[in-house]
């Protein structure tokens, strides 16, 4: 399908089924707009934001908070999940149930149901963070699908092929849209481009994405 992702009309929950294994529920999280991003601040409050460095010594322009039974972190030994924040020492706080049901519902209507996440990587952008082509794949396996969940200011994704080579094609991603990637989808390359300044009526200056996984 070549839907023209810039044409969805406004306030519309639409599904559309892009490339095989991409699935795009505009819109869905709107309704539980202002709990999830309570929840967010939340769980920041034990696990704060913060700047990790990558493996070439680089410290991310986007913030990451984590919570689930692992989380995502990257220092000078490389990128892995761990059990413990190492930042506190501490477990990573619970997934707020706000989450899961969410992830939970929206992976089903994209076709996989019973999906379970261990892990939700919660990444904040300010204006001018980015984060450039990658693929995720520091999981286990890549048997379960990922879901992101997009929240305030809108940003342009890009999304690769197998190889980071690829042609990359771009998507808004907007307030709410949630994107389900499984089965062949699910080692593309992407990325997202800098984010630009604005203010938004539920997260104010910034945009949070919500990146469910099963790591374990
Ligand atoms: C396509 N985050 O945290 S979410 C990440 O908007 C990450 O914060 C971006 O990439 C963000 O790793 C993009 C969309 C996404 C997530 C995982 C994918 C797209 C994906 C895995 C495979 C293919
Ligand atoms: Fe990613």
Known sequence: MTADLFAGLAGEQTREAFDEGVTILRQYAVAQDEVLVRAILAVARSAPFRHMKTPGGHSMS????????VG?????????????????GRPW???????????????????????????CLINRYQPGARMGLHQDRNEKTFSSPIVSVSLGLP?????????????TERILLEHGDVVVWGGPARLRYHGVLTLKPGEHPVTGPVRFNLTFRRAG
């Open 155 to 167: 940003i342009v994704f890009q999304l690769g092929g197998l190889r980071r080579t690829d042609r």
């Open 93 to 119: 706080p619970a997934m707020p149930e706000s989450f899961v049901s969410l992830a939970r519902s929206a992976a089903e209507a994209a076709g996989f149901p019973g999906f379970a996440p261990d892990t």
């Open 72 to 88: 995502w972190v990257t220092d000078e030994g490389g990128y892995r999940y761990q059990s413990q924040d190492p930042e506190t």
């Open 62 to 69: 986007v913030a990451m908070a984590c919570c689930g039974q």
